[in-house]
């Protein structure tokens, strides 16, 4: 089964944190898509000797970690820019292709739901695979995790959610707050969609 991993993704904890979970996906069976994950670029040697020389990365880290996403977590603290490296831009055309693309092929999303309000982008994705699944009986649903304790605690009065991304999320799902039954719920509707259901 395939599945649209959703949620914020701008500091390196949340996107560790996504990154981690997505290999015990994968570790279970679930073929993940993760947005901060699908935009690898192949970095050219040249390129990462001149990232060397320059002092922004050393030679250790170079051969010991991602490549991309070493050259990616400079551009992102504004270190160097994608033109200097002559990488192609990332704009929100490329990112809203890619993105539509992994959400169009996914069976599910599990959607990480942290923070003082659903991330934007996270409430779009939610939104577009509910409209997706209209049409789609291989769409099963969109499993909503809360980590955060400031939504934890209010999990009997609607999570602290928006209550139209709340509707849409229980409409064709649910919303849990630990790892171990999101993945069961995901392994269930990999299941139905293996017994044809």
């Known amino acids: 089964m395939k599945i649209y991993f959703a949620g914020p993704l701008f500091t390196p904890y949340v996107r560790e944190f996504i990154s981690k979970h997505a290999q015990v996906l994968r570790e279970n ?5 993760v947005p901060h994950e699908s935009f690898k670029v192949d970095v050219p040697p040249a390129v990462l000797d001149s990232l060397v020389q320059s002092g922004h990365l050393t030679r250790e880290r170079v051969q010991g970690e991602n490549p991309s996403w070493l050259v990616q977590e400079l551009v992102r ?3 160097v820019r994608r033109e ?3 990488l192609p ?3 929100p055309a490329t990112i809203f292709a890619a993105d539509y ?3 169009s092929s996914a069976n599910a999303v599990l959607a990480l739901l942290d923070g003082t309000q659903v991330d934007d982008g996270t409430a779009c994705e939610i939104g ?4 997706l699944m209209r049409s789609d009986p291989n769409k099963k649903g969109i499993a909503g995790w809360m980590t955060d304790s400031r939504g934890t605690r209010k999990a009997e009065r609607g999570w602290g959610l928006n209550l139209f ?3 849409v999320i229980l409409e ?7 790892f171990e039954d999101t993945l069961a719920q995901l392994k269930a509707w990999d299941a139905e969609l293996r017994s044809g259901k």
């Open 89 to 91: 831009p990332v704009t």
């Open 128 to 131: 577009i695979f509910y409209g």
């Open 84 to 86: 200097e490296l002559g």
């Open 29 to 33: 069976g679930i073929d993940p898509f």
């Open 172 to 178: 064709c799902g649910a919303i849990f707050n630990n």
């Open 165 to 167: 991304t709340l509707g």
């Open 77 to 79: 603290a504004g270190r």
């Open 101 to 103: 693309a992994g959400l």
